[in-house]
């Protein structure tokens, strides 16, 4: 089993820039994918970004490509989210989360058995 804990949420202006963070617990870090997930207010959580275990591909939602960058460290048993352009349709509850079976595609949530609390991201106009 494995903990996830994210951080590096905050308020940040349109244009500006956030790096989210997901520290996970265990030894096994490098045998999980990462994803990381978003839900807007009223909204259905959405795909944002996953990245394979050993860090040699990573996936992007079309939203946030060329915006977004994915990356991880697995000797700090963290998964990162550089978000630069930040837009105010980017505010939501971020989200991280783990998958070590391969159940389903990595951009749904379905493929992920552990999943962190959250962090807010709010960008004002």
């Known amino acids: 089993q494995v903990q996830l804990v994210e951080s590096g949420g905050g308020l940040v202006q349109a244009g500006g820039s956030l790096r989210l963070s997901c520290a996970a617990s265990g030894r096994t870090f490098s045998s999980y994918d990462m994803g990381w997930f978003r839900q807007a207010p009223g909204k259905q959580r959405e795909f944002v970004a996953a990245?394979?275990?050993?860090?040699?591909?990573?996936y992007y939602a079309d939203s946030v490509k060329g915006r977004f960058t994915c990356s991880r460290d697995n000797a700090k048993n963290t998964v990162y989210l550089q978000m630069n352009s930040l837009k105010p349709e980017d505010t939501a509850v971020y989200y991280c989360?783990?998958?070590?079976?391969?159940?389903?595609?990595?951009?749904?949530?379905?493929?992920?058995?552990?999943w962190g609390q959250g962090t807010q991201v709010t960008v004002s106009s």
């Open positions: 989360a783990a998958r070590r079976h391969i159940v389903a595609i990595i951009t749904t949530s379905a493929a992920y058995d552990y």
């Open positions: 990245i394979t275990r050993s860090g040699g591909r990573t």
